[in-house]
């Protein structure tokens, strides 16, 4: 199994970026997928999830407005859009798949980093 992140950098603020990760080695819609960040001194936090269906999508109150979440079930991937980047969203993006049909079935990867900043 693996969820492999891409997509991270150095960014200014008021920018834009889409982060990637490509699942290989299980049943990709049958999972629920998500993003999380983490950054120094803080909680890891959600961020954005989408079910295998693509028809339940929640958004942190920090993300609405400026992150989309999106998946491609033929390509495996699961994609997180993000505007208007600000320093604040700074840190490492996480992305999980949690299987529907056995909620102690999870997989995470490796993240990949975000820095935002002049």
């Known amino acids: 199994v693996q969820l492999v992140e891409s997509g991270g950098g150095l960014v200014q603020p008021g920018g834009s970026l889409r982060l990637s990760c490509a699942a290989s080695g299980f049943t990709f819609s049958s999972f629920a997928m998500s993003w999380y960040r983490h950054s120094p001194g803080k909680e890891r936090e959600l961020v954005a999830a989408i079910n295998s269906a693509d028809n339940i999508i929640h958004y942190a109150p920090s993300a609405k407005g400026r992150f989309t979440i999106s998946k491609d079930n033929a390509k495996n991937t699961v994609y997180l859009q993000i505007n208007s980047l600000k320093p604040e969203d700074t840190a490492v993006y996480y992305c999980?798949?949690?299987?529907?049909?056995?909620?102690?079935?999870?997989?995470w990867g490796q993240g990949t980093q975000v820095t935002v900043s002049s």
């Open positions: 999980k798949a949690l299987s529907e049909q056995n909620a102690l079935l999870s997989y």
